[in-house]
Structure formats: C-alpha cells, structure tokens
C-alpha cells in the first residue's frame, strides 16, 4: 500500500483503512449550518435538514487538499454552498457563488496557486461551480404611452423605483431585454417611431444605457428575452416584417449579438421569459398565429438549445413578464384582461398552475430580479390607466401589495437585474 497512514477512521478491528492521498477523515458526520475545514482533511456532510455553509481557510499552500462527502445523499434537497474565505476557487474570487446541488457527489479539492486557488479534482458537476453572485440591482427602460418612450428608472438593492432618467438610444416598445456578463444588461430589437428595429442597446453594471448599436439579424418586436448559462443572454420569438417567428439571437458574455438562429417551438408574439435553475431559461405564454391566447412553454438549456413546446398549464394570455426569484426559481406574472394571476415556475422547469395575485390586474407590465433572490414588477395598464405601480416579489415568490411606483406610468418597458454590488 502506498500513501500516507492516517488514524483509522470507524474501524475498531485494527484493520488499517487505506486513506485518500493523506486525507484524515472525521469521524463525526457533520449536520449544522456552518463548517470550517482545514486543509488535510475529509467531512461527510448531512444535509437532510438543512443547508450546510462550507468556509475554506483563509490561507492555504500549493497541494492543499480537502474532501468533501455527500453523506446522506441530500445535496439535491438542501445543497452545500462553499464560501473560498477570501481565496480563489477555479479562478473566481469569492464574490462569486459556489455550491453543489447534486445528490450523491463527492467534491476533491487542491489549493493550487493564488491565480487558479481552490480546483476541484473531482466533483461531478464541475461545471456548476462558481456562478456569477446574483443582481442586486435593476433597470426599467423605454415602454410607450401611446407615445415612444426611452425613459429609465433604476432600481435600488432594496427595490425601491427611482425617478425618470435620462434615456438612451431610440424611444420605443415591443423591446426586451436581458442580463449578460453576469452584472450588465442588453436591450434589443422593438419597435420605434420609424417602424420595427434591430438595434440594440447596453447597459453598464451601474445602469448607464449607451446610444444604439446596429444589432445583427432580422428587426422584430414583440420577442422575449432571458439570460442562460453563465453569463450569457438570448432574444427569440416576436413578430418580424412578414409574421410570428421563432427565431433566435444569442447574445455572448460582452453584449454581441449573434444573427439569426432556428429557434423551437411555435412561433407566437408578446411572450415572456426568465431564467431558472441552474443556468437555464424558460419562454411562455403569447399570442399565436391566427388563432387565441396560448399558454405554451419552451425550455432552453443551458448551452441556448430552445426546446421543442411543452403543453402549458394556467390561463392563456399575451402581454405578461417574468423573472426569477429565490436562488433558482421563477415566476410568471399578470397579462392580457386583465388578469392578476401569477405562475411559478420550479427548479426544473415545470410550469405551476394559477394563483390569484396580489395588487392591480394589469397587462404590459415589466420585472426583474435584485437583492440577491427578490423580484419586482412594476408599470402596465390597466384600462384607461397607465401605471407606475410596483409589487414587491420576496423570495418564496410572494406577491405585496400595490406600492406607489415613481416614473413616468407607462407599460411595455421591460426590466433588466443588474450589479452584483448592492
């Protein structure tokens, strides 16, 4: 047997345990909140009942090495979240997010050097981890009251509305718009004064939104727009100069907007989208060709592949919004009829039925996710009314009450989460 001898761990027969590379397992199987590891060592982590805090040192030295055990094969309920106590983990600082959610998975890692810090050896679901840390902020922008507009309304940590802005770029509706590069936004496409547009427009982490950029592929209005994967974003469906498409527009990690791209599922208008899970995304609802309200769906994974229609649940309607909340949930809002009713939408993607929402039945109004795991919606119209008012979505996916919104009141004037700084 090679390797190092360790103390040997749940065997009273005196029979010596072969050790991985070193690694001194503890014998107490770990079931709290929080833990602190030191390098050299093994933990099987219990996660029945709770989310369990991983902190690593907070200094370390090349060839360090920790393991990290699915106990009871509950990481798929209550995940573990790692925190790199101020070092790198796979080259990310420790602003950003680690966890593993997996059932199942043991996490073997070494410290490698400053620049790469902590790297998995062996972990299952490497690509999981890091992610970009969530929004804390958001912008309103552009929407019509029966005029054009290019107004923005940023939105604070706290999702509190601020005042009018001033815009950027041709005032229009029929616009969507996404996160990208983990704390920007991209608005593209709609409909200006001169008729259905390609350009598109991006907006820095500290909500400054530039002059158009002549955007690629065909001018549409009326698509929907998510993030997906990492950090990046994509525009599909909509209406283009000849009918309803299913076309789409992937958008890269700094904002360039790929041409157009066969997308999935059946073409249709005034949708909505938002992302969910672990880097993946989900479009809904809309108006179809010729024909009523639908209340279809479409995943799209996290490498941007729309998938084929899911036969939808809740009530059919167009001109709704969406976003996410929680850590990897979503949440589908409002609509055509009115109608106050809201959808959520799981971890994995499955569509739930109607709940009756909280606050003024409206259509064309607009959210984005901050604080971390909140969202907001705000604007619409309700007839004869447009509106400013705001709706607070905490992280259950709880609907307040109408709060007094700030900004013009208009609707079609979608949201954007943006900053990872609160």
Same mark, same amino acid.
């Given at each position: 047997?090679?390797?190092?001898?360790?103390?040997?761990?749940?065997?009273?027969?005196?029979?010596?345990?072969?050790?991985?590379?070193?690694?001194?397992?503890?014998?107490?199987?770990?079931?709290?909140?929080?833990?602190?590891?030191?390098?050299?060592?093994?933990?099987?982590?219990?996660?029945?009942?709770?989310?369990?805090?991983?902190?690593?040192?907070?200094?370390?030295?090349?060839?360090?090495?920790? *393991?990290?055990?699915?106990?009871?094969?509950?990481?798929?309920?209550?995940?573990?979240?790692?925190?790199?106590?101020?070092?790198?983990?796979?080259?990310?600082?420790?602003?950003?997010? *680690?966890?593993?959610?997996?059932?199942?998975?043991?996490?073997?890692?070494?410290?490698?050097?400053?620049?790469?810090?902590?790297?998995?050896?062996?972990? =299952?679901?490497?690509?999981?981890?890091?992610?970009?840390?969530?929004?804390?902020?958001?912008?309103? $922008?552009?929407?019509?009251?029966?005029?054009?507009?290019?107004?923005?309304?940023?939105?604070?940590?706290? +999702?509190?509305?601020?005042?009018?802005?001033?815009?950027?770029?041709? $005032?229009?509706?029929?616009?969507? @718009?996404?996160?990208?590069? +983990? =704390?920007?936004?991209?608005?593209?496409?709609?409909?200006?004064?001169?008729?259905?547009?390609?350009?598109?427009?991006?907006?820095?982490?500290? +909500?400054?939104?530039?002059?158009?950029?002549?955007?690629v592929g065909t001018?549409?209005?009326?698509?929907?727009?998510?993030?997906?994967?990492?950090?990046?974003?994509?525009?599909?469906?909509?209406?283009?100069?000849s009918a309803y498409?299913?076309?789409?527009?992937?958008?890269?990690?700094?904002?360039?907007?790929?041409?157009?791209?066969?997308?999935?599922?059946?073409?249709?208008?005034?949708?909505?989208?938002?992302?969910?899970?672990?880097?993946?995304?989900?479009?809904?609802?809309?108006?179809?060709?010729?024909?009523?309200?639908?209340?279809?769906?479409?995943?799209? !994974?996290?490498? @941007?592949?729309?998938?084929?229609?899911?036969?939808?649940?809740?009530?059919?309607?167009?001109?709704?919004?969406?976003?996410?909340?929680?850590?990897?949930?979503?949440?589908?809002?409002?609509?055509?009829?009115?109608?106050?009713?809201?959808?959520?939408?799981?971890?994995?993607?499955?569509?739930?039925? =109607?709940?009756? @929402?909280? @606050?003024?039945?409206? !259509?064309?109004?607009?959210?984005?996710?901050?604080?971390?795991?909140?969202?907001?919606?705000?604007?619409?119209?309700?007839?004869?009314?447009?509106?400013?008012?705001?709706?607070?979505?905490? !992280?259950? +996916?709880?609907?307040?009450?109408?709060?007094?919104?700030?900004?013009?009141?208009?609707?079609?004037?979608?949201?954007?989460?943006?900053?990872t700084s609160a």
């Amino acid at each position: 047997m090679s390797g190092t001898v360790v103390s040997n761990v749940f065997r009273t027969s005196g029979v010596i345990a072969a050790t991985a590379a070193g690694i001194n397992f503890q014998s107490s199987v770990v079931t709290g909140t929080t833990l602190s590891v030191a390098a050299g060592n093994g933990y099987f982590i219990d996660t029945t009942s709770n989310i369990c805090t991983v902190t690593l040192p907070s200094s370390a030295a090349a060839g360090d090495q920790i *393991v990290l055990v699915d106990y009871a094969r509950t990481w798929g309920t209550y995940k573990i979240v790692i925190d790199s106590n101020g070092l790198n983990f796979q080259g990310q600082d420790d602003t950003y997010v *680690v966890e593993y959610n997996t059932s199942g998975v043991t996490v073997n890692i070494v410290y490698s050097g400053s620049s790469k810090g902590w790297t998995p050896i062996s972990d =299952d679901v490497v690509t999981d981890a890091p992610v970009a840390p969530p929004t804390q902020k958001g912008i309103f $922008a552009y929407g019509t009251t029966g005029t054009n507009s290019n107004a923005r309304n940023l939105v604070n940590s706290s +999702g509190v509305v601020a005042a009018d802005a001033t815009g950027a770029g041709s $005032a229009r509706n029929g616009t969507a @718009g996404a996160p990208y590069g +983990g =704390d920007k936004g991209i608005y593209a496409y709609g409909t200006a004064n001169s008729g259905k547009t390609a350009v598109s427009n991006l907006v820095t982490a500290a +909500g400054v939104v530039s002059n158009d950029v002549s955007a690629v592929g065909t001018p549409k209005t009326a698509m929907a727009a998510a993030g997906y994967g990492a950090d990046l974003a994509l525009f599909a469906y909509g209406s283009d100069a000849s009918a309803y498409t299913n076309t789409k527009n992937l958008v890269n990690n700094v904002g360039v907007v790929a041409s157009d791209a066969t997308g999935g599922g059946t073409a249709r208008v005034n949708l909505a989208a938002a992302r969910f899970g672990d880097g993946q995304a989900i479009f809904a609802f809309g108006y179809l060709t010729g024909a009523p309200n639908t209340n279809l769906s479409n995943k799209v !994974s996290n490498t @941007g592949v729309i998938a084929s229609d899911t036969s939808g649940v809740g009530t059919a309607r167009r001109q709704l919004t969406a976003a996410s909340f929680g850590t990897d949930t979503a949440i589908f809002l409002m609509g055509s009829g009115p109608t106050d009713k809201t959808n959520k939408v799981s971890n994995t993607g499955v569509v739930a039925s =109607d709940v009756s @929402g909280v @606050g003024t039945a409206r !259509s064309g109004p607009a959210a984005l996710n901050y604080g971390g795991d909140k969202a907001i919606m705000a604007y619409g119209y309700s007839d004869p009314n447009y509106l400013n008012t705001r709706n607070l979505i905490n !992280s259950s +996916g709880v609907l307040a009450s109408d709060s007094s919104g700030a900004g013009t009141a208009r609707y079609l004037c979608p949201g954007i989460g943006i900053s990872t700084s609160a």
